[in-house]
């Protein structure tokens, strides 16, 4: 008797079965990531964060140098953020104090020695060291800039020289056409009350300059222009209101709030501006208000200071009012205990703060809060991720692949759907015809032994 023929009736199930189940499965596979065609949910305001180099790029480069902006600059920071202060000849000079001792080599010069001094500050906190304004621009010039912190590198103290306002102009508008960047300037007023007192105030040359290289132009409006202007005294800030439309912050300090029994014990720019009646008074002179970061991770109001805002419901208030809000400062875990809570990661501290609706943050490592938002826009903001971003690799490293998806255009997506398809019923077709053969091959092996 002949051998039974392999089945065709079992050839066509497994050819078309198998490329059918892998089609299917790869759809399953590329549609995880929770594809939405059409829009995401949405965070508070649905925001593009904005990265602000705090001082530059510190971390790595001594604070409030050419170069440490530059490499701010270079690591993809939407804005660089020097602090000014004058000298006594009326030169505005980017320094983190009134203290020329705490960030340059002045107190190891012997034709400086005695030239320290005490000073009261108009706040009444007392103040010692080289001032600023004891220092014509020439003397400045010849100092070096060291690093700040102690824990961080200092293979580059001695290089740098304390720049002026106009060279940061020159630098930032020379490395933007360069690098056909947008990089903005978010500069700091240090301590406006004292200088008054001194006979300088900021104002004039300072929005001479900006206007000089091309910052401030005539007709422009306030929101188109690169420049922001910060500070921790309201006065000099209702002041500028009149004369500008150029966006303005006020900065909130920072104290433990605990540590003081009343709200007169402190600054009242701490205390008056974080109150719903404060909120509301700052939205009519400011754009933002720049709280320490610490009020927004705080849950609930103090018990001590019920009056404070904090958290979302600060947020909440700002929105309310038309107020952005701006904190500070950033850095990475080892100094920065606060990270505590987030397992020391700094990212995921970020993700918080921008998926509460924060839209600026001032940082030491503009490239860790780039990461930061690139995974965030992945998440709700996938048609804006990446744009202006030139530090990413953290973020593309640990994407997910259903997050990948989640970025893609609709008509790059309907791509991928049909590509991934296509690519499984190729595969399913080859794997069903393997199957095919090698099942027909022991069949007609098994039907020979049975009739032999």
């Known amino acids: 008797m002949p051998s039974r023929p392999w089945p065709p009736s079992s050839c066509s199930f497994y050819v078309v079965s198998i490329p059918l189940l892998l089609l299917l499965t790869s759809l399953a596979f590329l549609v995880k990531g929770e594809v939405q065609v059409g829009g995401v949910d949405e ?7 904005e990265v602000i180099g705090h001082r530059g790029a510190p971390y790595f480069l001594p604070e409030h140098t050419l170069a440490s902006y530059e490499m701010a600059m270079r690591q993809g920071a939407d804005w660089i953020e020097p602090d000014l202060c004058f000298t ?21 010069r012997s034709n400086f020695q005695g030239r320290n001094r005490s000073i009261l500050l108009p706040n009444g906190r007392p103040l010692e060291g080289y001032i600023t304004s004891d220092f014509t ?22 290089i740098f020289q304390v720049p002026t306002l106009d060279e940061i102009l020159e630098l930032v508008s020379s490395l933007n056409k360069q690098l056909e960047l947008d990089v903005g300037v978010y500069i700091e007023t240090k301590h406006p009350s004292y200088f008054a007192e001194i006979g300088f105030i900021h104002d004039t040359p300072l929005l001479s300059t900006l206007k000089a290289h091309g910052f401030v132009t005539e007709g422009t409006q306030a929101k ?12 000099n800030l209702i002041r500028l209101r009149k004369v500008t439309s150029i966006r303005l912050v006020l900065l909130l300090d920072y104290v433990h709030l605990s540590d003081y029994p009343t709200p007169e014990d402190t600054d009242d720019s701490l205390w008056k501006f974080l109150t719903v009646k404060g909120v509301v008074e700052a939205a009519t ?23 404070v805002l904090v958290g979302k419901e600060l947020v909440r208030i700002c929105s309310d009012v038309g107020l952005q809000l701006h904190p500070y400062t950033f850095r990475n875990h080892y100094e920065d205990k606060s990270l505590a809570r987030f397992e020391d990661d700094p990212i995921q501290e970020y993700k918080f703060l921008m998926e509460m609706g924060v839209q600026f943050f001032f940082t030491e490592n503009a490239g860790m809060a780039l990461c930061a938002r690139h995974e965030y826009e992945a998440k709700f903001l996938p048609e804006k991720r990446g744009t202006n971003d030139h530090s990413s690799s953290r973020s593309l490293s640990t994407l997910k692949f259903g997050d990948t998806i989640k970025t893609l255009s609709p008509e790059l997506l309907y791509v991928a759907l049909i590509a991934t398809g296509a690519i499984g019923l190729f595969a399913g077709a080859l794997l069903g015809m393997y199957i095919t053969h090698r099942s027909a091959k022991q069949w007609n092996m098994l039907q020979s032994k049975r009739f032999v």
Do not use: C, M, N, W
């Not at 965070?43 to 964060?49: C, D, E, F, K, M």
């Not at 980017?94 to 080599?105: E, I, W």
């Not at 188109?224 to 006065?235: A, G, L």
């Not at 610490?294 to 019920?306: A, G, I, K, M, N």
């Open 43 to 49: 965070p508070v305001g649905g925001h593009h964060p």
């Open 224 to 235: 188109e222009e690169k420049v922001i202007i910060q500070s921790f005294e309201s006065t």
């Open 88 to 108: 006594s000849d009326g030169h505005l000079i980017a320094v983190h104090d009134l203290d020329l001792g705490s960030v340059t080599d002045i107190g190891e």
């Open 285 to 307: 002179f400011v754009d933002a208000i720049g709280p320490h970061k610490s009020t927004l991770l705080q849950e609930t109001r103090y018990s001590t200071h019920p009056d």
């Open 137 to 158: 621009l020439a003397e400045v010039k010849t100092l070096r800039v060291k690093q700040r912190v102690p824990s961080r590198g200092h293979r580059f103290d001695g």
